[in-house]
């Protein structure tokens, strides 16, 4: 099949479940997507109904799994954006940069993303790169080059909270929608002290599309 990367669901001794995140090359940080998809997983395991508590990458979240199939996923709140120039670095469990740009349809993204994710700021460890443009209705559209995966992915779930509250400072408000390569998400918010976020929610749709068994 391929993937962007390896979730592991494992037992936790107080709450619903472990959600242990892979990069493709092995390196471990929070997935936003991957982890709304880990609910679903989780509920057809058995081990919640509607909604859960679980550990992840940066520490525990709470997740609501709607009938319609929607995830609802809470992120942990954001206490620090850095603002770089007309640029943003925000971490949301996963490290962030997001760059503002115009007809994002044929931006560069993977000579760009790459370009930053290695530049000297972000050494030795680098950052995923997101590039952001604005719509009306209180919409956005992103792009991502996820570091680990070493290319850009259809969706990033972290990089697609940054993005929306990074918007805010563009004067969007909470819910802002995202459209993305793989679908369209929408982050829900509130504002804290400058530079602060609370109550971020990551919302939108996760199905299975492939099982199969694996002997070792």
Known sequence: MGADGLILIEKHPTLDFNLNYYNSDGS???????????VIMAASLGLLN?????????????????????????????????????????NTGSPHHLKFVTDLRLYPVFAEGRKIRDSEEYAPQGVNTNFVELAVDNTISVRTYERGVEDETFSCGTG????????????YKSPVLVNVKGGALSVEFKTGQAGTFHDIYLIGPAKMVFEGTLEL
Request: proline share 3%; hydrophobic share 40%; charged share 20%.
């Open 28 to 38: 471990q940080s929070l997935c936003g997507n991957g982890s709304r998809a880990g």
């Open 50 to 90: 509607d909604k859960t508590k679980f550990n992840a990458y940066d520490g525990i979240h709470e997740a609501e799994l709607l009938p319609t199939g929607i995830v609802r996923l809470k992120m942990n709140p954001v206490t620090d954006v850095k603002k770089i120039g007309a640029d943003f670095f925000i």
């Open 160 to 171: 697609v909270t940054a993005a929306a509250l990074a918007a805010s400072y563009h004067g």
